[in-house]
């Protein structure tokens, strides 16, 4: 769970021998238990004077494996005011925090930002858990240091490194449904400290998956006369990934250290046919989805003790290559028509940060400089019966910025935090021929934040205030949208003023955490219908990102954890979002007011642990106009961990016990019933 675990003595279990008692005998990729793994604490993206429990939500990534999780956007699933989007024509999983979409929340690896620079968004299906030992979220009162552009807030992986001179992981899993199994993965991870200063870290971790099965419930629809989607297999949804990892670290004394890492992952997915009623159906998929990164990270510290000043540098070359064919029909298997293509993006991004802080009698200060250059290329491939301009199209854009930060230590148990970053924006090339997306200048914004901490006995006070701001991204201002949409360089940075309070502490055996927030939107980029007057769309509109004027987001977020017994837990988190547009014409999309996450675990002794996980979310709108709403589901897993002995242990996991028919992205059934199943072995 997300609130710590009790102190008093547990027993963490895992259900792999269940899975061989069975006859299902699966393995494990993801399950890492992160219980005993060190965190890479360098891969964090503060260096915090005290622990702060209501700024930032932590989620260890072993627990999460141990719930059948195998990828980031399930791990940030049970985060109260985190929705997770999955599916629709992009086949991909983002996350929504607090009504603020996934171009607007900023993904970081080691502290080391990871997005595609063309539209903001990335896939976190493709990051699986091998290597990670924390997923580090922040929402609107997240520190300035951060950087630019996390207007609605942060995810941020953390990797892991060895504490001995040898050790490694090996996981296999397995995933099936009622036509047999569909999933599998594995996964080897090795770590080695080398001497007194060196260490490494290393794995390759794979999964390969084929059509999910659909719910039972599920009842396929008439579109236009066809039904695209029957009963059965989810079709067109598999999926492939192979991920590599190296990271080698130095670490010369016993405060500082010096890491270098790199990261691979070459995939490739497809994309179910649309099997809702609206006339929209395409038949896409992507033969390649590749992605890298190169990076430094160090830490030096000066002077010893509590008035020892530091300074944190990051390095990073990423890099992102796609490829993205539309065919002409179900065959998968010509490009002709007028909607079909085969395009190629190819995307980097390089740069840096400085952070440093020093200590000056109750004050801690903080400045740190970001610089990022990003670039965008694209270019169309031929058709089967057309030979297109093969050129690459190339678009660039630098941010930079400059943050402080003040933590004033008023008494032993008050902090006071003032916090300022300048941002500085600009769109500086873009050689596709078309006056109407020449940059039109460079652009910046104040970003500020004050937010106090109080101790009161066993409880913590947080009340602040801050103000975040996200400049527009390439796509957002010169994308045609395959010929429906109008190009905007006019668009302007969009800006939130956060306002929340909260409180978190123990009240006999219970934890509790509660968060009140409101976040106002200025110039917020939302899709509109225009004019289509220079005949750009086929129709009489066009859709056009503009600044629409305000929005706010409001609501509250509740989570407890309690021991009913000895054996015994219950933890529970709820989310109320209440998301408004300007504009009465538009809608909020992938904001559900209610939502609900129950987690029961049971631990009958010291070698088996049993849980029970439900989900419930509202309704909630996928277009604009609202013109395709989903309804509300409730979902429900079982579990059994099994801890073999000290090297091997083994999870089974029941999803989606009732084989709830339910959608994410109108028109994209997902799973009905699964068992996932795997096995760990440790050294």
């Known amino acids: 769970m997300l609130l710590p675990p009790f102190t008093k003595k547990r027993v963490v279990i895992d259900l792999h021998k269940l899975i ?46 141990e719930q059948g999780a195998s990828n980031v956007g399930e791990v940030i699933a049970e985060v109260p005011g985190v929705i997770v989007q999955v599916g629709g024509r992009r086949a991909e999983t983002r996350a929504n925090i607090r009504g603020f979409d996934s171009r607007q929340v900023m993904l970081f690896l080691d502290g080391i930002p990871i997005h595609v620079p063309y539209d903001g968004n990335i896939d976190l299906s493709r990051f699986q858990l091998a290597d990670l030992t924390q997923v580090e979220v922040t929402k609107g009162l997240g520190s300035l240091l951060e950087g630019p552009n996390a207007l609605g807030g942060a995810i941020n992986l953390v990797t892991r490194k060895p504490t001995k001179p040898l050790e490694g992981t090996l996981d296999v899993a397995l995933e099936g449904g009622d036509k047999g199994l569909f999933k599998h993965s594995q996964n080897v991870q090795v770590g080695a400290i080398l001497n007194q200063h060196f260490y490494l870290q290393a794995g390759i971790s794979a999964f390969d998956a084929d059509n999910f099965p659909l719910s039972s419930d599920y009842q396929p629809q008439v579109n236009n006369g066809t039904v695209y989607q029957p009963e059965g297999e989810r079709l067109r949804s598999g999926s492939q990934n192979l991920s590599a990892n190296l990271k080698l670290g130095y670490t010369p004394n016993s405060t500082d250290e010096y890491s270098l890492s790199f990261y691979r992952t070459e995939g490739s997915k497809e994309s179910s046919p649309y099997a809702g009623t609206a006339d929209m159906v395409r038949y896409w998929d992507w033969p390649q989805w590749d992605k890298q990164s190169l990076y430094y990270v160090g830490y030096t510290q000066f002077g010893s003790g509590e008035q020892a000043a530091y300074l944190k540098s990051r390095l990073f070359y990423d890099q992102f290559d796609n490829a993205l064919n539309s065919y002409d029909d179900e065959t998968y298997a010509t490009v002709t028509k007028g909607y079909a293509f085969r395009s190629q993006y190819n995307d980097q991004s390089i740069g840096g940060s400085l952070e440093g802080g020093l200590p000056l009698a109750n004050h801690l200060l903080k400045a740190a400089l970001f610089g990022k250059q990003d670039e965008h290329k694209e270019r169309d491939n031929d058709k089967d019966n057309a030979d297109l301009d093969n050129r690459w199209k190339t678009f660039q854009a630098q941010t930079y910025a400059l943050a402080l930060e003040d933590q004033i230590q008023l008494s032993e148990t008050s902090r006071l935090t003032f916090g300022y970053r300048y941002d500085h924006y600009e769109f500086t090339k873009t050689d596709d021929g078309d006056s109407d997306t020449d940059p039109k200048g460079a652009q910046h914004k104040d970003n500020w934040q004050a937010k106090l901490h109080h101790q009161i006995g066993a409880h913590e006070l947080l009340a602040g205030l801050s103000l975040k701001s996200r400049f527009p991204g390439m796509k957002d201002q010169v994308s045609y949208r395959l010929g429906q949409a109008i190009p905007n360089l006019d668009l302007q940075a969009e800006q939130a003023l956060h306002y929340e309070v909260g409180m978190a502490g123990t009240i006999a055996n219970t934890r509790y955490q509660a968060n009140l927030f409101y976040a106002d939107i200025r110039d917020a980029i939302e899709t509109v219908e225009v004019a289509d007057t220079n005949d750009v769309c086929d129709g009489e509109t066009c859709d056009q990102n503009q600044n629409v004027g305000s929005a706010t987001s409001k609501g509250f977020e509740l989570q407890t954890r309690t021991a009913l017994t000895d054996s015994l837990d219950l933890s529970l988190s709820y989310s109320y979002l209440l998301r408004d547009l300007a504009d009465p014409s538009i809608v909020a999309t992938y904001s559900p007011k209610n939502t609900l996450n129950l987690k029961l675990n049971w631990y009958p002794n010291s070698t088996w642990h049993f849980g029970l996980d439900g989900h419930y979310q509202s309704q909630s709108e996928t277009r604009f106009d609202g013109t395709r709403p989903t309804d509300g589901f409730s979902l429900w897993n079982l579990r059994a961990h099994y801890q073999i002995n000290k090297a091997w242990k083994s999870n089974l996991v029941l999803k989606n016990v009732f084989d709830q028919n339910y959608e994410i992205a109108e028109g994209d059934p997902m799973p009905g019933r699964t068992l996932y199943a795997n096995l760990q072995y440790r050294f």
């Open 20 to 65: 061989w008692l069975s006859a299902f005998c699966v393995a494990a990729v993801n399950a890492h238990a992160a219980e005993d793994s060190p965190v890479f604490t360098l891969g964090k993206i503060q260096v915090q004077a005290v622990a702060q429990t209501l700024d930032a939500d932590s989620i260890d990534v072993g627990q999460s494996a």
